[in-house]
């Protein structure tokens, strides 16, 4: 497991009891930027 994704993991387990709503969006912006910085990596 990668750094990134165990930072993400740990953020989305103290998140995610809280903010279930909030939760649902920061992982879709999570998804959008981890997306966008592999695709500027590949290139």
Do not use: E
Not at 23 to 40: D, M, P, R, S
Request: aromatic fraction near 16%; proline fraction near 5%; include cysteine.
């Amino acid at each position: 497991m990668k750094s990134w994704q165990m930072f993400l993991v740990l953020s989305v387990a103290m998140i995610a009891p809280h903010l279930p709503l909030n939760f649902a969006i920061g992982a879709c912006v999570w998804w959008v930027i981890l997306t966008l910085w592999y695709a500027g990596k590949d290139r």
